[in-house]
Nanobody, 122 residues
Framework: QVQLVESGGGLVQPGGSLRLSCAASGNIVTIYNMGWYRQAPGSGNQRDLV?????????DYADSVKGRFTISRDNAKSTVYLQMNNVRPEDTAVYYC??????????????WGQGTQVTVSS
């Protein structure tokens, strides 16, 4: 059993900052890539990639957040972070953490967190 638990969402003013965290727990052998997706209001079930980071620290960002968001990870804590700076109203969304995680029972699979709401508004 693997769980990803996000925290750090909330209401922030345009131009402000927010830091999201996602901690993985359970019968984990290896954590490969980790990342963040978001689901904007009115987008149905579509989730768009925000940022991802490999086990070696290589990062990749959506064009819309480059230069404003920073993804990082602490392998010792099995945690991935998303530092969000200079946020905009269009960043309003439910943010989901994803991790490709290896377990003895199931091998490598993708696991999602429950989501955390980020609202950018004055």
């Amino acid at each position: 059993q693997v769980q990803l638990v996000e925290s750090g969402g909330g209401l922030v003013q345009p131009g402000g900052s927010l830091r999201l965290s996602c901690a993985a727990s359970g019968n984990i052998v290896t954590i490969y890539n980790m990342g963040w997706y978001r689901q904007a209001p009115g987008s149905g079930n579509q989730r768009d990639l925000v940022a991802r980071i490999s086990s070696g620290g290589i990062t990749d960002y959506a064009d819309s957040v480059k230069g404003r968001f920073t993804i990082s990870r602490d392998n010792a804590k099995s945690t991935v972070y998303l530092q969000m700076n200079n946020v905009r109203p269009e960043d309003t969304a439910v943010y989901y953490c994803i991790g490709r995680i290896g377990t003895i029972a199931r091998g490598a699979n993708d696991y999602w967190g429950q989501g955390t709401q980020v609202t950018v508004s004055s």
